[in-house]
């Protein structure tokens, strides 16, 4: 991937430039440099990382899992009327941790993907595995983030294209059932059945309740409809990259596609530095589900794309990093069937610590 983030930074920069003469140019550039440097130097560094360091994703993973299902735990406190650092649930959806429910939805949705992985393959004690998948599993549905819930059936997609032929009949019916117990849910039958907060949730996204909100989906048709007109009254040349110009309807409500979010903030040089960086990722995941026995990565890579298509994903970090890890550690797993002694183990770290050693201490 190392030239097409190359070309793909250089188009970002490049968004910024030109469309900072509608906005600010200073600020527009910075975000513009800011994140093509993100895209290009943290891929590199995490690999790095991972090849200098074997145990680097061991670890990383496990601190992450930890801190998530702590998050989703104070969660779990909030919904339940107790303040954690001072912040409780916000009409009824909980931060955990994350400063926004969505954040906490979606960081929840990668937890699961990656404990449903490591049970998968029993790397670690399964009770363990299973009490943080629980907290994160109830987390997840106390957001009331039906992007967050989205992303997680894409996510699980990728699990289900390795199961067998009988576990994929068994899934296609469980999903079916699912499938009309929702419907029959949205009816209004079942829908004492739901936490309340969800329950709301529900109706506000589908325009049945009259409260609405900035995550509707009346309102996110609306935001890409605001984009729409100006990217056919100019393609090339967007709003700019900064806080400035981003606002649709209001100043503070944004363009919740990323894809059209780029071309309206970044014009036709970001929307092109978006597209090369989705495929080179796209293509990432799917040779990384052919040629490994990982699952967790690959479906990082697709959930976290698929909740950029409905959120106010753009240029933030902390969306950024988990795929950016993931195609990293894809990069460098072991092929399937192919296992390691822990001789040759040893004989690799060793191989690597001398590779990193000055040479004047040789």
Same mark, same amino acid.
């Given at each position: ?28 550039? /910075? ?9 290009? +130097?943290?891929?590199?560094?995490? $690999?790095?990382? /991972? %090849? ?14 930890? &801190? ?54 029993? @790397? ?12 994160? !599993? ?5 957001? @009331? ?15 289900? +294209? ?18 009309? #117990? ?9 829908? !004492? ?24 989906? $009346? !309102? ?12 056919? @009254?100019?393609?090339?040349?967007g709003v700019g990259m900064d @806080? ?34 989705t495929i080179s990722l796209l293509? &990432? ?18 959930? #976290?794309?698929? =909740?950029?298509?409905?959120?106010? =994903? ?10 950016? !890890? ?5 990069n460098d797993a072991s092929p +399937? ?9 040893? #004989?690799?770290?060793?191989? %690597? ?10």
């Open positions: 991937m190392q030239g097409v983030l190359i070309a793909a930074a250089a188009m970002i920069v490049l968004g910024g430039l030109s469309s900072g003469q509608n906005s600010n140019l200073t600020e527009s550039t /910075t975000v513009a440099v800011t994140f093509a440097l993100l895209v290009t +130097v943290a891929p590199a560094a995490i $690999l790095f990382q /991972t %090849r200098r360091h074997p145990s680097f994703v061991r670890i990383t993973v496990t601190l992450t899992l930890v &801190v998530q299902t702590a998050s989703a735990a104070a969660g779990i406190a909030q919904l339940g009327g107790i303040a954690i650092f001072g912040v409780i649930a916000r009409e009824g959806r909980v931060n955990g941790l994350a400063y926004h429910p969505n954040v906490l939805g979606i960081m929840s949705t990668l937890a699961i993907l990656v404990l449903l992985d490591l049970l998968r393959r029993k @790397a670690a004690r399964p009770f363990l595995l299973v009490c943080a998948l629980g907290i994160n !599993v109830v987390a997840l549905l106390a957001t @009331a983030s039906l992007s967050s819930l989205i992303t997680l059936l894409v996510g699980l997609l990728f699990f289900f +294209v390795r199961l067998s032929t009988t576990a994929k009949m068994l899934s296609f019916l469980i999903a079916a059932v699912s499938l009309l #117990v929702s419907l029959w849910v949205a009816n209004g039958d079942l829908s !004492v059945l739901l936490p309340e907060a969800f329950a709301s949730r529900v109706q506000q996204v589908t325009g049945a309740s009259a409260e609405g909100g900035v995550a509707s989906l $009346l !309102v996110r048709f609306q935001t890409y409809e605001w984009a729409w007109n100006y990217i056919t @009254a100019d393609p090339w040349v @806080a400035l110009n981003q606002g649709t309807l209001t100043p503070s409500l944004v363009v919740h596609n990323y894809i059209l979010r780029g071309w309206y903030q970044g014009g036709i040089f970001l929307l092109m530095g978006f597209i090369l960086i293509v &990432v995941a799917m040779n990384g589900m052919r040629k490994t026995n990982l699952i967790a990565p690959s479906a990082v890579i697709g959930a #976290v794309l698929a =909740f950029g298509m409905t959120s106010a =994903f753009y240029t933030q970090s902390h969306y950024w990093i988990p795929i950016l !890890v993931a195609a990293a550690v894809l +399937v069937g192919q296992k390691t002694t822990a001789k040759e183990r040893h #004989v690799a770290r060793m191989a %690597r610590r001398w590779a990193n050693r000055p040479l004047s201490s040789l």
